[in-house]
């Protein structure tokens, strides 16, 4: 059986036995770990360029890299 | 990567709710994560907020879809999305939920609070699982608040308010320079050339710029001048003041830079870092010239964070427990609220408007703060126009025009010529005399009997110009043309019921 089946059987089965008030309640839990796994992972992204830049600084002792890291980063980002 | 929403953050969620039905597209729950990481990892010099903001409102607008949630649940949801977001990602629940009312202008009725701080502690409970009980900012607290200081507190809240508003200024000053340039290469290159050479003579302004903050907060404020080129003159002396006061300044440049030249990222941790600095700033001259005594600087510092947190995001009450509760020093509290209010009040009398806002009222898309305003925004001329009421051709007699009254149920009748240009309109009273007079019925036409509506709509009018209109006449059924052909007529009790109709819709209210 196909997913979108399974959300069908899901939510007429929610109708059934939990009222939305409830099943909103439950959601936004689910939505408020969700953004904490999310956070988490932002975090850990960030610091893992952070360290391999330092590296790299470290590595060549050339400072004038951090004229170039944000240009990378945006560019990137673009 | 983010094709064309992307450095919009809190806007574009706040046009969202008000302008898309509260439905957020589905590769906003990863994209920003990705793109801002790389911007601030590499130095650009914004705060990680804003993308985790719109992370967590995509994460909850996509549930609510995913869960059938319709459009006022949705939006709850993706009020917890943000409240969540905000406090795992500085591990601060009752700032993230502050942070919705204030920042988003997400009007929730107290029924609705408890999903909001559900979310927002299940978010906090994530991240401390995971990495930890951290505090982001930590100092030593000697002294409580004594009211012999209050004077300086003052003096404290007008500087922030000050600083706040030389922060929203230049931002304003940027964002238009930077829509101004014509390719995306030009902002691009200006924008991050000159962010690099600014963070390779103050590599302070590097990143988030947390670091610089917490040396701050532990007292030692020449670790920030180390780094620094300039660090064979500052070294130690009386120029470290001015050093400071430059960082103020230069932040929001770089700030403000990194989102020009189209890296992704917010403005909530660049005005922590120049609260600090301005607070560091502000108790040194003091201190200096000797116009207090011995202070205690982490307390100005952390004060002022909350000030200009305030200021630049026109939010007191995030700033007051966003610094109480990153520090957990609640013995702040009273000069907290102090210093936040008046520089709230300050950069309030001279900027009306947050940022986000701002931004959307410079593209027309601001949907208003009360019910009102917004439902008004909401309705749309051309779905209230009534086409179908039967039209007169200025030619025909009044024994035909008696016909079509009698099989009417109106009694306004727009005349319109046969090139579909409007000419004027006969009410039921311009005729009620004459209607009984047969003898009259062919010597007299309608181009005789009409006259010209109080006013006309046009059909590229906004709501509110209607609404206008509608007020100054007093008139309940205005004619609607299109240059000069007529269109339709649209009524006040259409209007009426449509309005209703939508402030139902409107209200966040939940029965919990």
């Known amino acids: 059986m196909n997913p979108a089946k399974w959300l069908q059987r899901f939510l007429i089965w929610r109708s059934r036995h939990v009222s939305k008030r ?33 590296g790299i600084n470290e590595d060549f002792s050339f400072e004038y890299l951090y004229l170039l890291f944000p240009v990378i980063g945006i560019a990137l980002t673009i | 990567m ?42 650009g010099s914004v705060g990680l907020e804003s993308p985790i903001v719109v992370t967590g409102s995509a994460i909850g607008s996509n549930l609510g879809m995913l869960f059938r949630f319709n459009y006022r649940e949705r939006t709850l949801l993706i009020g917890c999305g943000v409240a969540a977001a905000i406090s795992s990602l500085f591990n601060a629940p009752i700032a993230g939920f502050v942070f919705t009312l204030e920042i988003l202008l997400l009007e929730l009725a107290v029924s609705s609070f408890i999903p909001v701080l559900l979310a927002s502690v299940a978010g906090a409970i994530t991240t401390r699982a995971l990495s930890g009980t951290e505090i982001i900012f930590t100092a030593e607290m000697t002294d409580s608040f004594e009211v012999a200081q209050l004077y300086l507190f003052m003096l404290l809240g007008a500087f922030t308010g000050i600083v706040s508003l030389v922060f929203i200024r230049i931002s304003n000053r940027s964002r238009k320079i930077f829509a101004n340039m014509k390719t995306t290469w030009h902002p691009f290159i200006a924008g991050s050339l000159m962010l690099g050479i600014l963070i390779f003579l103050f590599p302070a302004l590097y990143g988030e710029g947390f670091t610089t903050i917490r040396a701050l907060l532990s007292g030692n404020a ?30 929001i440049v770089a700030a403000n830079l990194t989102q020009g030249a189209g890296g992704n990222g917010g403005m909530f941790a660049p005005s922590l870092f120049v609260g600090a600095t301005a607070g560091y700033f502000f108790a040194q001259v003091l201190q200096f010239t000797g116009l207090s005594g011995d202070l205690h600087m982490a307390t100005f510092t952390l004060v002022a964070m909350a000030g200009v947190l305030c200021g630049a995001n026109h939010a007191p009450l995030t700033g007051v427990f966003f610094i109480a509760e990153i520090t957990s020093g609640y013995e702040l509290m009273i000069p907290l609220v102090i210093v936040s209010t008046l520089s709230y009040i300050t950069v309030k009398y001279f900027e009306p408007h947050p940022m986000p806002v701002r931004q959307l009222m410079e593209k ?4 208003g703060y009360d019910s009102d305003t917004r439902v008004i925004q909401k309705l749309d001329v051309r779905k209230l126009i009534e086409s179908e009421i039967r039209t007169i051709a200025p030619e025909i007699s009044l024994g035909e025009l008696v016909e079509v009254v009698a099989n009417s149920s109106r009694n306004l009748f727009p005349v319109v010529d046969q090139s579909g240009v409007f000419q004027g309109i006969i009410t039921l009273d311009d005729i009620r005399t004459l209607m009984f007079k047969p003898e009259r019925y ?19 009018d906004g709501m509110d110009t209607a609404m206008k209109k509608f007020d100054e006449t007093g008139a309940w059924n205005l004619p609607v ?20 109709q939508l402030l139902a819709s409107d209200t966040n209210r939940l029965d919990m």
């Open chain 1, 22 to 54: 409830n099943f909103l309640l439950l959601i936004s839990v689910l939505i408020g770990i969700a953004a904490g796994l999310a956070s988490t992972l932002l975090k850990w992204w960030v610091h893992f360029w952070e360290e391999l830049l330092i």
């Open chain 2, 2 to 43: 983010n094709h064309g929403h992307l450095g919009k953050g809190i806007s574009s969620i706040m046009h969202a709710i008000s302008h898309k039905s509260s439905i957020l597209p589905r590769d906003m729950t990863y994209s920003h994560l990705v793109t801002s990481g790389l911007t601030v990892g590499f130095g």
């Open chain 2, 222 to 251: 020449d670790f920030i001048v180390e780094q620094s080129f300039f660090s064979k003159w500052v070294d130690g002396n009386a120029l470290l003041i001015p050093y400071i006061l430059l960082l103020v300044v230069l932040k």
């Open chain 2, 364 to 367: 027309g898309l601001f949907a």
């Open chain 2, 442 to 460: 062919n010597d007299t036409f309608a181009i005789q009997l009409m006259h010209a509506p109080p006013t006309v709509l046009q059909i590229q």
């Open chain 2, 481 to 500: 043309l299109d240059g000069q052909q007529y269109v339709g007529i649209i009524s006040k009790s259409r209007i009426f019921g449509m309005y209703r």
